[in-house]
């Protein structure tokens, strides 16, 4: 219980919440409220956006880090590369590898 202003005091218990004040006669008066309700549930979330290179781990940390050890977590990604300069044979075959490393389909669409 915390101090509502003089004589007064506030508090909550099981989810109610009451404030008690000293009346005229001494005798406190207490007024109750509705209990407190949390809002619903919702089935999920779906966010789709460009992120920046330099957010991904921000992105990691700040927003997918609270699902990652749930079982409805799903990351669809979307990358496109398309240097000024292209890209080599070598880059792409590098990039294949890594993503078979990873256990991940390494099909990429050459542009």
């Known amino acids: 219980m915390t101090g509502d202003g ?7 218990s099981g989810g109610t919440s009451t404030t008690s004040r000293a009346g005229t006669t001494g005798q406190p008066q207490t007024e109750s409220t509705q209990p407190i309700t949390t809002p619903a549930k919702v089935a999920g979330i779906k966010w789709s956006g460009e992120v920046p290179p330099q957010k991904w781990m921000n992105f990691y940390t700040k927003v997918l880090s609270r699902f990652a050890a749930t079982s409805g977590l799903k990351l669809t990604i979307q ?8 890209l080599s044979k070598q880059t792409i075959e ?3 590898d890594a993503l078979r490393e990873l256990g ?4 990429v669409d050459e542009q």
Request: aromatic share 0%; proline share 14%; charged share 25%.
């Open 6 to 12: 003089p004589g007064g005091a506030t508090g909550a």
């Open 79 to 86: 990358v496109e590369v398309s240097p000024p300069d292209g």
């Open 94 to 96: 590098e990039t294949k």
């Open 104 to 107: 991940l389909n390494d099909h």
